[in-house]
């Protein structure tokens, strides 16, 4: 099983709402990933979770806040949001290896949010 | 300060011949490269990678060349076919450990049958 999934698929939320973004790997990895896309832009990494444990942070605004429950399991958790926001966010998980955590990542289908 | 470059946004191919798909960096402290595929509305998917150490890696249809000297590394793919039709990214990483990979900004590729 090779699939990072994530969930919901389309987001629309306001400005003053809270919602969460999920994502979920069953292959063993013990890194994961928060990136963001813009359209025609290349992905932007904005969360390293290595072993459970955050370990970069893209000076993310404080409005994004990621989690990490446990070694399958990676959330995002949306407060406060502005429009410039609306994006795709991409989850990906990788297998650390001799002290690495990049390696090959692997994406999922990524959550299209809409702030309006 | 664009670390990766991908200089062509998009390339068209006819079916069954070459697509070259270009990418630069500037960090020589780069020490492992990754192509990545996306289709719309779906994330990206890993390609093939080359480590420093190597100058081609090959993967069936798929070989990637890098040239250390002139930080370019290129991606070809023979033959080319219509499903092929993607944005290409091209990514770098170092060895510092941090898990960051540096994304290009991507290369449209239209193969035509």
């Known amino acids: 099983d090779t699939e990072v999934t994530q969930t919901p698929k389309h987001l629309v939320m306001g400005m003053t709402n809270k919602k969460s973004l999920k994502c979920e790997q069953h292959m063993g990895h013990r890194a994961m990933y928060w990136y963001k896309q813009k359209a025609k832009k290349p992905p932007e990494l904005m969360f390293v979770?290595?072993?459970?444990?955050?370990?970069i942070n893209e000076s993310v605004p404080s409005r994004f806040s990621p989690e990490c429950p446990n070694s399958s399991l990676l959330n995002l958790h949306l407060h406060a949001l502005q429009p410039e926001d609306s994006a795709l966010y991409l989850c990906a998980s990788s297998q650390p290896s001799s002290g690495r955590a990049v390696d090959e990542q692997y994406f999922g289908p990524g959550t299209r949010l809409t702030v309006t | 300060d664009q670390q990766v470059k991908q200089n062509s946004p998009s390339l068209s191919v006819q079916e069954g011949r070459i697509s070259i798909l270009n990418c630069d960096y500037t960090n020589s402290m780069f020490d492992y490269f990754l192509w990545y595929k996306k289709y719309p509305a779906e994330g990206p998917t890993f390609l093939i990678s080359?480590?420093?150490?190597?100058d081609k890696n090959e993967d069936g249809r798929f070989t990637v060349f890098l040239n250390k000297s002139a930080k370019h590394l290129s991606l070809h793919i023979v033959p080319s076919q219509p499903g092929d039709s993607a944005v290409y990214f091209c990514?770098?990483?170092?060895?510092?450990?941090?898990?960051?990979?540096?994304f290009g900004q991507g290369t449209t590729l239209q193969v035509k049958p």
């Open positions: 979770y290595s072993y459970e444990k955050l370990s």
């Open positions: 080359i480590s420093s150490i190597k």
């Open positions: 990514a770098a990483t170092g060895s510092s450990n941090t898990g960051k990979l540096i």
